[in-house]
């Protein structure tokens, strides 16, 4: 009994209570709290709530870790986590603005602003401090990093951490994940949503989409005015964005061919063309009309590969720089670029980590990856260098103080900030300009789930001795009514905004709600609706710009009002 007890609260004589004691400890609270994470009621998870629930029990039995051990790994934690977020939105944050983005991100911004808004109505008329509606609100819109901003603030203004932050948050995350999912079905049934309509609508890419997805229609040709016209001809004279990735002539059945400028066109030719929704009916009257037709017959002689840009002299070129179909008689269809669908026309400029949609034999395909994806053993490696040089600058940045008139402290972005702002231009700089390759990209994953689980089992540690005797009192059941008013009223505010005002396709706006709410489970749960990408490109839109206000107003409540 006395090596059970030793081992979790430390050995003075061998580890001395400290680094070994330490790392156990925390090590154990993210593997318990990651492994319960996996479990899932409905296709939903609290995910990584798990392990701050976890590290609570554990704080709550005094099996935590010395406080400013306990403190150090905590704020490296969310440096690690913010700075992984800023690298993974940094190349798609300021074309998010863009191709319908801004009427999306609009929308989130009424969203934020009314969650800020209930906020402070709850505390005028509550009496509850700042600093604690802070953990609720961080809680309620289930975002990590405002919780990390806000004891941050807290600990600029008063001098020390305010550990009903992490409580407030601890009881209202759950709230917000079933908050969302409760403002989804009223907002289904109220604004009586046809599921099967809105899949129709979304395959076409209608709304504030049409400019942000793309899609495969098979046309006939039956246009006399093209009828042994040249494809590059017949271009010159179209301002549309599609691409024709491959031709069966007509009279010739059992074969396909790649298409390429010199392409003579005829009546009765059947052409696979990917196409904007917006530019759909504009290509249908031009070549002719839209056909059910089975691709799927010629895919011994034709095969799809999609491909990531890795190799650096292709950043800044465009598809017709690479002249992939004259050299390879291989055709790029589409570019995907932070989850959004491009089509490839011939001016479309490459960044390192676009991923490329290609169409030709397997000899084609072969050579068109070896020009586009680096196979060198340096390209297999995340260059360590600039990501340790962006934290150093993110850690400068986030002590720098800016002054607001009327708030009685400058404010600072905070370590929550200033690594995931540099991080952001690093990420978006870093592509045009050779700084990352797509091995750094694709380690900030894992640097982002270790450093927000570091993080998260330190707050459940430094939170769990009070927090029991907290939430079985009448203000946690207060807090957690709360946390349901400040994630659903919202929600169901902009439902009604979104769908009345702007129009926007059912499974598109739950896409934006849950990114203005920074809610993976709720994307999962909208994503269970529909077989189109209409959820996650409205997630996508949004998801950059809501994380960077939430975790800046976070901070001006606190300085201006605690």
Same mark, same amino acid.
């Given at each position: ?32 709290? @990651?492994?319960? #994470? ?27 870790? +010395? ?76 975002? %990590?990093?405002?919780? #990390? ?70 046309? +006939? ?33 059992? +074969? ?59 950043? #800044? ?48 395909? %072969? ?47 905070? @370590? ?96 934006? @709600? ?17 077989? %189109? ?30």
């Amino acid at each position: 009994m006395n090596l059970f007890y030793n081992l979790f609260n430390g050995f003075p004589e061998f580890w001395g209570g400290g680094v070994a004691h330490s790392v156990l400890i925390v090590s154990l609270v993210m593997a318990i709290g @990651l492994t319960l #994470g996996k479990i899932k009621v409905k296709h939903v998870s609290l995910g990584l709530a798990w392990v701050l629930l976890v590290g609570i029990i554990f704080g709550h039995f005094a099996l935590t870790l +010395e406080p400013n051990l306990l403190h150090f790994i905590k704020e490296l934690g969310l440096i690690v986590f913010v700075f992984a977020i800023g690298l993974e939105v940094g190349p798609g944050f300021f074309s998010s603005f863009r191709r319908g983005g801004l009427a999306l991100n609009s929308l989130m911004v009424l969203v934020l602003f009314s969650s800020i808004a209930i906020t402070l109505i709850i505390h005028y008329i509550s009496g509850i401090p700042m600093t604690t509606m802070a953990g609720i609100f961080s809680g309620a819109v289930t975002n %990590t990093p405002a919780l #990390g901003a806000a004891q941050q603030a807290t600990t600029d203004v008063f001098g020390y951490d305010a550990p009903k932050i992490a409580m407030g948050y601890a009881v209202t995350y759950p709230m917000g994940v079933i908050g969302v999912i409760l403002a989804f079905l009223i907002l289904r049934y109220a604004l009586r949503i046809n599921l099967n309509k809105e899949e129709h609508t979304a395959l076409r890419g209608l709304g504030s989409t049409e400019r942000l997805t793309v899609r495969n229609i098979t046309i +006939e040709v039956s246009n006399n005015m093209i009828d042994g016209k040249m494809l590059g001809d017949i271009r010159q004279f179209v301002k549309r964005e599609f691409v024709i990735t491959r031709i069966v002539f007509d009279g010739e059945e059992d +074969e396909c061919h790649i298409v390429s400028g010199k392409t003579i066109l005829h009546r009765g030719d059947k052409l696979l063309v990917v196409v904007t929704p917006k530019d759909e009916d504009a290509v249908k009257a031009l070549f002719g009309h839209s056909i059910d037709y089975d691709w799927t017959k010629f895919d011994s002689q034709m095969k799809t590969r999609r491909m990531i840009v890795s190799e650096r002299k292709l950043n #800044g070129k465009t598809i017709a720089d690479l002249n992939i179909r004259t050299r390879f008689n291989a055709n790029i269809t589409r570019i995907t670029r932070n989850g959004v669908d491009h089509v490839a026309t011939p001016q479309f400029v490459l960044q390192t980590a676009d991923i490329l949609t290609v169409i030709g034999s397997e000899n084609a395909l %072969t050579h068109t990856e070896s020009e586009v994806t680096t196979r060198n053993h340096h390209a297999s490696y995340s260059d360590l260098v600039p990501i340790f040089i962006g934290i150093s600058l993110g850690c400068i940045l986030a002590h720098i103080p800016f002054i607001i008139p009327g708030l009685p402290q400058p404010v600072k972005f905070g @370590l929550a900030g200033g690594p995931m702002i540099i991080a952001i231009l690093m990420g978006y700089f870093g592509t045009k300009n050779h700084w990352l390759n797509t091995a750094t990209f694709s380690s900030g994953n894992m640097l982002r789930e270790i450093g927000i689980t570091m993080f998260l089992a330190c707050v459940g540690l430094q939170a769990g001795k009070d927090f029991v005797a907290t939430v079985i009192t009448s203000e946690g059941l207060q807090w957690a009514g709360y946390g349901l008013m400040i994630t659903m009223i919202p929600i169901l505010i902009g439902g009604i905004v979104g769908r009345y005002v702007m129009h926007l396709n059912f499974f598109t706006l739950m896409g934006v @709600l849950s990114g203005g709410n920074t809610n993976p489970p709720a994307l999962a749960y909208a994503n269970e609706f529909t077989s %189109t990408d209409a959820p996650s490109i409205g997630y996508t839109m949004v998801y950059p710009l809501a994380m960077i206000l939430r975790i800046i107003i976070i901070q001006v409540l606190i300085m201006a009002i605690a």
